[in-house]
């Protein structure tokens, strides 16, 4: 029993992140609309709810593990960013430098 609790508090607390970001985005698109904006509203609240059951049920010790693999996922992503984003520049760089720097054969 304690394994299917663990196991639908997580696809609680992942269901969260996903429900959160359906709302936000209802939101943001069905800002004029009375109706959608109330229902965005609500779905919004729900996904808390969901977070707070799927803790719940996942208890302390699945808590602290999907918050320390959230943190690495996070930590790897922004790497991996940064990462790219230094390749980009020096790709620009180099790109720049060699539009700018003129050629022996065109120098007269």
């Known amino acids: 029993m304690r394994a299917a609790k663990f196991w ?3 696809i609680l607390f992942v269901g969260n992140f996903i429900v959160g970001k359906m709302a936000t985005l209802l939101f943001i698109i069905n800002y004029n609309k009375e109706v959608w904006r109330s229902f965005s509203i609500a779905l919004y609240a729900f996904s808390w709810i969901m977070l707070f059951v799927g803790g719940y049920l996942v208890g302390k010790e699945g ?21 790219q984003s230094q390749k980009t520049y020096y790709k620009v760089r180099e790109g720049v430098k060699r539009s700018i720097t003129p050629k022996k054969d065109n120098i007269r």
């Open 8 to 10: 639908i508090g997580v």
């Open 63 to 83: 808590w602290q593990y999907m918050v320390k693999v959230s943190k690495e996922y996070q930590t790897r992503t922004v790497e991996t960013i940064k990462g």
